[in-house]
């Protein structure tokens, strides 16, 4: 099984809104990503997490906010975004190390009004 | 920073046909690359992973090679269909996991 699943497929918010996106992944694996992805650009690291501790933040603006509760999941809580946040948001898991291979998640669509 | 290029941007070849992608990267001290394909609108899907210690790697169709050394890799996939069509991607991890380049567009007519 390599199976990432991400909840919701589709989320559409309000720039006063507070949402939270969701991760998880039943392989074991110990590194966890946040990746934001535009339309026909490409993926762009937000977030690393290795072994349950945030070990990489691509300067990401504080209204994005990374959480991993445990070793299975990864959620990005959402606060007070602009319509240019709107963007495609892929979550990815691997085994943990530099030479392991990364599995992602079909996305969530987020469309900010 | 590491800096992917892929070449070309897009592509459309006739159903049969056999292909190279190419993928260069400014940075050679890289642990792996990965190669991924993404549907409109999907999510990415691994295709193949190559180990900086390894030159080759196949799986079905597809073949990526890797010339850490210069900076390159290439996928080349045999025997082109229709399923074929979608976004290639290919990934360096370095110090920095995972740095994208911008993806060749494939379009395989049948």
């Known amino acids: 099984d390599t199976e990432v699943t991400q909840t919701p497929k589709h989320l559409v918010m309000g720039m006063t809104n507070k949402k939270s996106l969701k991760c998880e992944q039943h392989m074991g694996h110990r590194a966890m990503y946040w990746y934001k992805q535009k339309a026909k650009k490409p993926p762009e690291l937000m977030f690393v997490y290795s072994y349950e501790k945030l070990s990489i933040n691509e300067s990401v603006p504080s209204r994005f906010s990374p959480e991993c509760p445990n070793s299975s999941l990864l959620n990005l809580h959402l606060h007070a975004l602009q319509p240019e946040d709107s963007a495609l948001y892929l979550c990815a898991s691997s085994q943990g190390g530099p030479n392991t291979e990364a599995f992602f998640g079909q996305g969530t669509r987020l469309t900010v009004v | 920073k590491q800096e992917v290029t892929q070449i070309p941007a897009a592509l459309s070849v006739p159903e049969g046909e056999n292909l190279v992608l190419n993928c260069s990267f400014t940075?050679?001290?890289?642990?792996?690359l990965q190669w991924f394909r993404q549907d409109p609108g999907k999510g990415l899907t691994s295709l193949l992973l190559?180990?900086?210690?390894?030159r080759e790697q196949t799986s079905g169709r597809l073949n990526a090679s890797l010339d850490k050394s210069s900076g390159r890799s290439t996928l080349y996939i045999a025997a082109s269909q229709p399923g074929d069509s979608a976004t290639y991607l290919c990934a360096p991890s370095g110090n920095t996991p995972l740095v994208f380049g911008k993806g060749t567009r494939l379009s395989v007519i049948a």
């Open positions: 940075d050679s001290a890289i642990y792996n």
């Open positions: 190559i180990q900086s210690s390894q």
